[in-house]
């Protein structure tokens, strides 16, 4: 039987295109978003991928979804950690909220989702976890402190996780991409992002499928002496 992947924020940009290579490559996906019921609703109409909605910045939540996910299709063997938002603001101007709500969606969840799927890989003898950062949590990035924050956490938890999940054969890596052309970088004021393109040396934004060949490297089952690393895909930034 075809191991199940489970891509958080799969059904729109980065993530949906990580839906779409897992499911070429034959596994069986589910795709989680949050708010957006018409992309995700199109997106499964297109690509036949399940979708299921909740908030993965909370905890009770991924539970009980994981045991949907587990009962409709099967075991989770494959996590990705892709679901994100930015709340960009300086931080003398930043509300406390625009920190949680960031901390929360995009650290969080790694804990909330693997905490989630890890006792049933470690008994299963099999996980590929892949998380999402960002050459702005290598970086960091001006008016994101909670961004960077979130990112650079992300790599510690990637590492951290991956010494437990080895002698498991769960393998936990981290992929930071770069500028990538998705509804992310789009909210971008045009003229900043005519600075950020000067400054790839490849001269163009990512495209979401430069990144998800990435991630369908690591979650293959002979990638198993991969763990605890970060795959920067960036255009040579
Ligand atoms: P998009 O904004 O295009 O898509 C975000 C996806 O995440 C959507 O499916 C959205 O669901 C989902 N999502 C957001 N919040 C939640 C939540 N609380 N619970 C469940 N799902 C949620 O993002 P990108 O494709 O641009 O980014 C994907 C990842 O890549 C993010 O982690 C981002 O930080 C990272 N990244 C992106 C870069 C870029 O240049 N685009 C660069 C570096 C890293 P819904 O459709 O319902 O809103």
Redesign the pocket.
């Known amino acids: 039987m075809a191991r199940v992947a489970v891509v ?9 295109a990580i839906s779409r290579s897992l499911q070429e490559e034959g596994y069986r996906v589910a ?7 018409a ?2 609703e199109a997106f499964h109409k297109e690509s036949g991928v399940a979708v299921y ?6 905890f009770q939540q991924c539970q009980d979804g994981i045991a949907r996910i587990e009962a409709d299709i099967g075991p989770v063997e494959i996590l990705v ?6 709340r960009d603001a300086t931080l003398h101007r930043m509300a406390s909220e625009q920190w949680q709500d960031v901390l ?3 650290l969080g ?1 790694c804990f909330n989702m693997c905490r989630s799927v890890i006792e049933a890989m470690r008994a299963g003898k099999f996980g590929r976890i892949v998380n ?5 949590g290598q970086a960091g990035q001006y008016g994101q402190v909670n ?1 960077a924050a979130a ?1 650079s956490g992300i790599h510690g938890f990637t590492k951290a996780l991956a010494q437990e999940g080895a002698k498991a054969g769960i393998t936990v890596n981290a992929v ?10 789009r909210a971008v004021p045009e003229n900043v992002l005519e600075k950020i393109i000067a400054g790839i040396p490849v001269g163009r ?2 495209t ?1 499928d430069d ?1 998800a060949r990435g991630v369908v490297f690591l979650t293959a089952d002979n990638a198993g002496f991969v763990t605890g690393s970060t795959l920067s895909i960036n255009g040579g930034q």
């Open positions: 958080t924020g799969g059904t729109r940009g980065i993530g949906a795709a989680v978003y949050a708010r957006d019921d992309a995700a909605k909740w908030d993965v910045g909370d950690n892709n679901a994100g938002i930015t929360d969606t995009n969840s999402i950062g960002s050459i702005n961004y990112k930071a991409p770069g500028y990538v052309d998705t509804d992310m970088v934004l990512g979401a990144i």
